[in-house]
Each structure stands twice: as structure tokens, then as C-alpha cells.
């Protein structure tokens, strides 16, 4: 099960997010996720968990060519240089020769240095170190930015996406230009969203549970969701979405939930180092 990146490389359809979990927590999620049948596994610098995540990718029964790890560039290492050796360091920690996903984590348009760091991840492709390059949290202005000066697209924009902030032109912007939307919060941290009538409902007409309800409908909007949990049972649930579909008329029920907003930082604004 997996989606086609604009570079032609596939990339799997869900994931696990593993923010905030330590190197000790990661290890054993990953572990266990991975005999789970999860193949797409997200960290970031800033996370502080590449070493755990890494082990778990050292020992897993699996080839390394059936996983898809994921990791993101820090804010302070911004800049052409910088970001290389951010790369470097990361690739260290998780103790692999390559990454399959690399993402430039935030924007930060007040420093000014995300094309220039774009520059180097198109260099990190080119040296297959990096499979496939991308970003997240970034908006189309910033995406076109990027693209205009390198004439290099991001195969993937990872930003905030659930029932609650659906956003909706962002996804029409990434569905134009041959981007994969990739879903961060997909269960709204699992605040209100999993207790909303709306998700209860479904998942009671559907004998499925209501994160399983959410994650369906990301699936079913073609993105790819990677909810977290360190939870055995919680992780086997949140996997087990590809074989139940929602309606149209289930989506839209979905839709009325709209409204919540942000639980994250805003593109134009977030400062993270
Ligand atoms: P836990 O790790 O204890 O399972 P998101 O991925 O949207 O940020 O949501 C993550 C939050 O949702 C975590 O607090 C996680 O807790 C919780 N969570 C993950 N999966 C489920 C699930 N299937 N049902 C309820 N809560 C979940």
C-alpha cells in the first residue's frame, strides 16, 4: 500500500508518527510497529529520538529497502552548509546510509535561509543520501519559492491535517502540482476531535474504533496519516484502515467538523531551532 512520489519513488500510505517520544520509548514502538506491518517511520532532529528510532531499524526483521524512514532538518541548521552537516549528524544518529524522506522541518521565513537549505537537499537527492526530499509546514508561496529558484519541486509538504483544520486549499494547491500531502496530528493529538458525535457515530456504524474512523478519512483523501502512539494496542488499531471504506456521506459528516483550527504552529510564523 503506498503512494507515488512525483521522483517515482513509493513512499507507504501511513505511518508512525514518534513525537514526543524518547530514544527509550522509540525504540520499542518502533520495534513493535514494525512487526505490526508498518513501514513508514517519522522523526526529526528536534524530536531527540533518531538513535532509538535507528536501532529499531538496525535489529528489525525486515530489509532496509522495505522501510521508509523519514527525518527533518532543525531550524538552527538552516543555510546551504549547515543543513549538510545537519544531515550528516542526523544520518550518524539513526546509523543508516540513507534516509528515505528528508524534510526541512519549518519554514521560518524570518531567517530567510530556506532556499538556500532547499539547495542542499537537492544536493543530498543527487547524492542519493536523501531517496526523496521534501518539507513540511510550508505553504504554497513558500513551496513555489523554492521550486522557482531550483527548479526542484518537494515530493512531500507534511503539515498539520485532521477533521478539524482540514485544509482544504492547501490540499487542492498540493494535488496541481503533484505533491503528497502528508498528515501530522492526524488524530488531533488526540484531544476532542476522537470524542466529536460526528467521529463516535461512525465508528459505531462502522464497528471500527474512532481513530480508525479519522485515519479512513485521510486515507480516503489521499493522504498519508502518521498518527503516534506508543501503545501496542493503540498502534495495531490506528494500522488497521485499509479495509473498511467511509461514504461520501460519511465524509461530509466528517467535514462539519471544520472549525477547530490550529493546534500547532503557523508556517508564517513558528520559530523552531
Ligand atoms: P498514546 O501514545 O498513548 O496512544 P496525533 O498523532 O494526532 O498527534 O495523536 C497522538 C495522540 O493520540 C497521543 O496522545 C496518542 O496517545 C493518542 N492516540 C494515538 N492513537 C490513538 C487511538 N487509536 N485512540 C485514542 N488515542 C490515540
Redesign the pocket.
Known amino acids: 500500500m503506498t503512494v507515488m512520489l512525483a521522483d517515482g519513488r513509493p513512499m507507504p500510505r501511513l505511518g508512525l508518527?514518534t513525537w514526543p517520544m524518547d530514544d527509550e520509548e522509540a525504540r520499542p514502538a518502533v520495534t513493535h510497529a514494525v512487526s505490526l506491518g508498518y513501514r513508514l517511520i517519522d522523526t526529526a532532529a528536534s524530536y531527540g529520538n533518531e538513535r532509538g528510532v535507528g536501532a529499531a531499524v538496525a535489529d528489525a526483521p525486515v530489509a532496509r529497502e522495505e522501510l521508509f524512514v523519514t527525518t527533518k532538518l532543525r531550524g538552527s541548521q538552516h543555510g546551504y552548509d549547515a543543513a549538510l552537516r545537519g544531515f550528516e549528524e542526523s544520518r550518524a544518529r539513526l546509523g543508516l546510509d540513507y534516509v528515505d524522506l528528508y524534510l526541512i522541518h519549518w519554514p521560518l521565513p524570518g531567517r530567510d535561509l530556506y532556499a538556500d537549505t532547499w539547495r542542499a537537499f537537492v544536493h543530498l537527492r543527487e547524492q542519493g543520501l536523501a531517496r526523496s526530499i521534501g518539507v513540511s509546514n510550508f505553504t504554497p508561496a513558500q513551496i513555489e519559492r523554492v521550486a522557482d529558484e531550483t527548479g526542484v519541486w518537494p515530493a512531500v509538504n507534511q503539515v498539520e491535517l485532521?477533521p478539524g483544520f482540514p485544509q482544504r486549499d492547501v490540499r487542492a494547491w498540493h494535488a496541481e502540482h503533484d505533491i503528497v500531502t502528508e498528515s501530522?496530528?492526524?488524530?488531533?493529538?488526540?484531544r476532542k476531535l476522537?470524542d466529536e458525535p460526528a467521529v463516535r457515530d461512525l465508528a459505531a456504524a462502522h464497528g471500527r474504533?474512532?481513530?480508525q474512523v479519522v485515519l479512513r478519512w485521510h486515507a480516503q483523501l489521499g493522504a498519508v496519516p502518521?498518527?503516534?502512539?506508543?501503545?501496542p494496542e493503540?498502534m495495531r488499531?490506528?494500522f488497521e484502515v485499509f479495509d473498511f471504506s467511509l461514504s461520501p456521506e460519511d465524509m461530509a459528516r466528517l467535514d462539519t467538523l471544520d472549525g477547530a483550527g490550529r493546534l500547532g504552529g503557523d508556517p508564517d510564523t513558528h520559530v523552531e531551532l
Open positions: 508518527g485532521h501530522w496530528s492526524p488524530l488531533g493529538a488526540g476522537l474504533t474512532p481513530a502518521i498518527p503516534k502512539s506508543a501503545n493503540r488499531q490506528n
